[in-house]
T-cell receptor, first 110, second 116 residues
Framework: GNSVTQMEGPVTLSEEAFLTINCTYT??????LFWYVQYPGEGLQLLLK?????DKGSNKGFEATYRKETTSFHLEKGSVQVSDSAVYFC?????????FGAGTRLAVHP | EAGVVQSPRYKIIEKKQPVAFWCNPI?????LYWYRQNLGQGPELLIR????????DSQLPKDRFSAERLKGVDSTLKIQPAELGDSAVYLC??????????????FGPGTRLTVT
């Protein structure tokens, strides 16, 4: 079936460190891929998306590239801030349905 | 622009009691979704509406869950009777009516339900 697997958290980093959160997927066909972020006490927000192989989504310094050959969509940021502390969800669409990974909690300390 | 509004934000009930959640989507969004998010998990779709029509309710436990969107705007999700395993965050999301993927879903803050 269609599914998303994310690296387990929490991920704890110092401010200005490099971030990678791994995401791999299993899907029939060619899904679109997303990263959503959930800040404490808030709803999920779309962070970035990619619609086809080799597309790179980017927003707020975060990037992810749709890798069809490795079925991956890893999230990266060159220099994290304390304000990036949140839960990050990788997701794919399948027949108008969003399928989410379990989420990865990121904690950034000064 | 106002976002997706949900109420209540928190609800604590005893098992076997009924409970209802309300959602007001973003103005002009025809598509409305209800998700359940268990602790430490990603959201899972319960039901999707296109206007008033429930077009995907395959994951809705119909023995105890019901939903409605009578005028194609606000929606209510009900559980009767609630069970301990229903403790979760219930999320509402909306999106513009689209015919092709991809599309963006806008999420509300959720209702955290605790069943004791």
């Amino acid at each position: 079936g269609n599914s998303v697997t994310q690296m387990e958290g929490p991920v704890t980093l110092s401010e200005e460190a490099f971030l990678t959160i791994n995401c791999t997927y299993t899907a029939t066909g060619y899904p679109s891929l997303f990263w959503y972020v959930q800040y404490p006490g808030e709803g999920l927000q779309l962070l970035l998306k990619a619609t086809k192989a080799d597309d790179k989504g980017s927003n707020k310094g975060f990037e992810a590239t749709y890798r069809k050959e490795t079925t991956s969509f890893h999230l990266e940021k060159g220099s994290v801030q304390v304000s990036d502390s949140a839960v990050y969800f990788c997701a794919l669409t399948f027949y108008n349905k969003l399928i989410f990974g379990a989420g990865t909690r990121l904690a950034v300390h000064p | 622009e106002a976002g997706v509004v949900q109420s209540p934000r928190y609800k604590i009930i005893e098992k076997k009691q009924p409970v209802a959640f309300w959602c007001n989507p973003i103005s002009g969004h025809n598509t409305l979704y209800w998700y359940r998010q268990n602790l430490g998990q990603g959201p899972e779709l319960l039901i999707r509406y296109e206007n008033e029509e429930a077009v995907d309710d395959s994951q809705l436990p119909k023995d105890r869950f019901s939903a409605e969107r009578l005028k194609g705007v606000d929606s209510t999700l009900k559980i009767q009777p609630a069970e301990l395993g229903d403790s979760a965050v219930y999320l509402c999301a909306s999106s513009p009516q689209v015919r092709r993927e991809p599309y963006e879903q806008y999420f509300g803050p959720g209702t955290r339900l605790t069943v004791t």
